[in-house]
């Protein structure tokens, strides 16, 4: 059972259509400048993290993710949400209560900043359903503010070795998903197969999602993954692009096209099948080969897909 009240968390929000946030569909884009022949590219802001300073770098993320974005030449991200909290002026790791204080309007100012510069917020990181009720509410009230429709967390599994959903974990999931009126989807690394999401447990809300990650399944299953696409089309909210190799090959994470993933394929698929409305976000997990740097690598990574979608 939820502490938090739902009509009393909505109201406080106001008028989320003229906020320009959650419609319970495909958020709406000032532009689309890295729609593909009705495929989405976009990134996530992980995708600036460096060996050298561990996951993300000041200087290309948080309050820079939108000249990034536009260096990239890419229209949407997905927000870690450490990112989009150091951009509204907190610090790493801010308590509950001090991050619960950031006036709706510093949020509203960042999403005014994206807009202006044409790159939607389709989705937002954070550790929902994992901590108290309070803390729920203010992941979805930020996802709410910046007009993100879900928020991606990593898949709850028993054990990697059995690859079993947690269905406890799932049960809160759902039930938080459902108070605060916000897509929850599930991001795995290599603790899944193309059994995890077909746990009757999914059923609990039609807001649980799937943030479908094609390299790390590749490096951890031996089935298509393009079959994992086409038997939860209707769950995936979106899906992460990097190119591993398969784990007969080590499970590496090379450059785009270095690797086994069928990236082609899965954009000729989606072609194929209508999936316009599942957004597709670079994640470049890879080292940065020498001369390179964080910013060129994901334009090298864009102009990939882009090659492999448009031909």
Not at 39 to 65: E, K
Not at 92 to 116: G, I, S, T, Y
Request: hydrophobic content about 40%; glycine content about 10%.
């Amino acid at each position: 059972m939820m502490n938090v009240d739902r009509r009393g968390f909505l109201l406080g929000m106001g008028s989320l259509a003229a906020l320009g946030g959650c419609t319970g569909g495909k958020p709406l884009f000032a532009r689309h400048r890295s729609d593909y022949a009705g495929i989405q590219i976009g990134v996530i802001t992980y995708s600036w993290w460096d060996l050298s300073t561990g996951w993300s770098n000041p200087g290309y993320v948080g309050a820079n993710t939108v000249d990034a974005c536009l260096k990239t030449g890419l229209g949407t991200v997905e927000l870690m949400g450490g990112d989009a909290e150091n951009a509204v002026g907190l610090p790493n790791n801010a308590p509950l209560a001090q991050r619960q204080a950031v006036p709706d309007a510093k949020w509203l100012a960042l999403k005014a900043k994206f807009d202006a510069a044409g790159v939607g917020i389709h989705i937002v990181k954070f550790g929902i359903g994992e901590g108290s009720d309070d803390e729920n509410a203010y992941y979805a009230k930020v996802a709410h503010l910046l007009g993100a429709d879900t928020i991606t967390r990593e898949v709850p599994v028993v054990d990697a070795k059995s690859r079993k959903l947690d269905v406890v974990a799932i049960k809160r999931c759902a039930a938080t998903a459902d108070t605060f009126g916000v897509n929850v989807a599930f991001h795995n690394h290599t603790q899944i197969n193309l059994a995890t999401y077909a746990d009757a447990a999914m059923d609990l809300s039609p807001r649980l999602k799937i943030n479908f990650d094609i390299g790390h399944y590749v490096a951890s299953n031996d089935d298509d993954p393009v079959e994992f696409v086409r038997r939860f089309k209707d769950r995936i909210a979106s899906i992460h692009l990097k190119d591993r190799t398969l784990m007969r090959n080590g499970s590496k994470n090379l450059p785009f096209g270095q690797g086994d993933t069928p990236l082609k394929r899965l954009f000729d698929y989606m072609a194929e099948a209508g999936l316009y409305d599942i957004p597709c976000d670079i994640e470049r997990e890879y080292e940065l080969p020498p001369g390179s740097d964080r910013i060129n690598e994901v334009a090298v990574c864009n102009r990939h897909c882009r090659g492999l979608i448009l031909g």
